[in-house]
């Protein structure tokens, strides 16, 4: 398994729209086990190859304490959302440091295929709710950030912007 790197925001890549996989092959499960270890390192709940500049319906997703229950999603869709609506707390491995609250659908259904191919559908709630949409707007070529308002995504940009200079210093 082979540790990916992770697009940061801004990076233009983080806007293309994934492409569905249509062959289930030893690649797709490659890609899988590296985007799983890729976000256990990070470390983070959840990882859309969007982010590893791959672009591709591939989501791999975490969010029990132990970090021990990976859950994939190829080919994800949304196939019910709640009316309810509840603003969580989202932070993004490709916007790191930054958290703040997005309004979403307390709970959905999403029909997806494993790595095999095989069709499965699941009810989620609370954080894993939140992870799949939020890992399925990477998918759109969405970040979390543009829910937020132009003053805060362009302070977050700016401070991102920085780092990156900051840090291309440092190694060069």
């Known amino acids: 398994m082979a540790l990916l790197p992770i697009l940061r925001y801004p990076d233009p890549r983080l806007h293309k729209i994934a492409k569905p996989v249509t062959v289930f092959d030893e690649r797709i499960k490659t890609l899988v086990a590296d985007m799983a270890a890729t976000m256990y390192d990070a470390p983070g709940v959840g990882l859309a190859a969007t982010q590893i500049d791959v672009h591709e319906r591939v989501i791999v997703i975490d969010v029990s304490d132990e970090g021990r229950e990976l859950r994939v999603f190829i080919n994800p869709e949304v196939v019910w959302a709640s009316d309810e609506k509840r603003v969580y707390d989202e932070g993004c491995l490709s916007v790191p440091g930054i958290y703040d609250g997005v309004e979403r659908p307390a709970r959905v259904k999403v029909r997806a295929q494993d790595a095999d191919g095989q069709s499965f559908e699941v009810e989620a709630d609370d954080l894993l709710a939140v992870c799949i949409q939020h890992e399925m707007d990477h998918l759109?070529?969405?970040?979390?950030?543009?829910?937020?308002?132009?003053?805060?995504?362009?302070r977050i940009k700016t401070k991102l912007q920085k780092e990156e200079r900051e840090l291309k210093k440092k190694a060069g």
Do not use: I
Not at 140 to 154: A, C, D, I, T
């Open 140 to 154: 759109e070529g969405k970040v979390f950030v543009e829910y937020l308002s132009p003053l805060k995504r362009n």
